[in-house]
């Protein structure tokens, strides 16, 4: 029984009259007439008997009726219950990142978000990928930035965002000046003259160096290993060694040096929505933006990327 039936019934118990009960729900008295039969026929009863030129419901017909009652009281209370509930904490979207995501440019987001959905609190919070997926799996992320090779096989919607670029750093360099535009091009041999300061295990771009080392039969001398781009950045200002970052930290490179690798060495991002369909409009705008923003600003290049359903 759908909710329109059980207005329906009401509304004809209420008014004993078929002509009545349609006029004060705006429908004509036909639409009225066959949504009554269609229902008939679908529970197998007759719910009403003319009576001294009155609807009356029969025997079955009042059973029905009281069912409907309780369960249209029910669906009041829900409604209210989680109207107070909303007034009083709002909802909230979680969103996974990976650790040490540059949040630089995400206050935008967050601005128009809540000029539409100002009770709606976003958290954004920060884990390994593993953990990531974990988060995921278990349904406790409403929504996660995470590598495209991490999203698959978890079922869920997923949107590719496109790629971020992976550069080598070195120590300053008397007489070296910035590129505008671009980074010089180098093989990742160019850091064997250097110690090595590698991304560990928990870090974002780890299984993605680690693979690019062995194409290009590559072997660092490991100095030290930090998932946190600023310590390893802070290590090759200081002259300790190079590193590998995302392009999405050139901004805190400080006096390194950087350099584009040949062949390129690139992460491909997905931005993971978790859920049943229908999606929640805050999480859909939240996506919306993201994705607009993460492209519009330049970030993540080459969008292959689906329409947001």
Known sequence: ????????LQAIFREGSLNRAAKSLGLS???M???????????GVSLF???QGRLMPTRQGYVVLDMVQKISGLQEQMVKCLNIF????????TMGFPFYWNYASFAPVLENFHRLYPSCQIHPVEYSISQLRGMLEAGKLQAALVPENTSQGLGFRCL???KLEVLLAVPPQKGAQKME???SAVKIQHASRYGFLMPDESSILFPFVTSYFRQQCFTPNILFESSSPDCRLSAVNAGLG???????????AGDAVLFSLTPPCCVSFSLVLTGQPPISPELKLLAELFCRYVLSEGTIYSPEREDFP
């Open 29 to 31: 008295q036909s639409t």
């Open 1 to 8: 029984m759908t909710t329109e039936q059980i207005q329906y």
């Open 49 to 51: 008997l003319r009576v």
């Open 33 to 43: 007439s066959k949504s009554l039969q269609s229902l008939e026929r679908e529970l």
């Open 242 to 252: 190079c590193t590998l970052i995302l392009e999405s930290f050139a901004n805190l």
């Open 181 to 183: 535009g671009g980074f």
């Open 86 to 93: 909303r007034s009083e904490r709002g909802d909230s979207i």
């Open 160 to 162: 590719s965002l496109g």
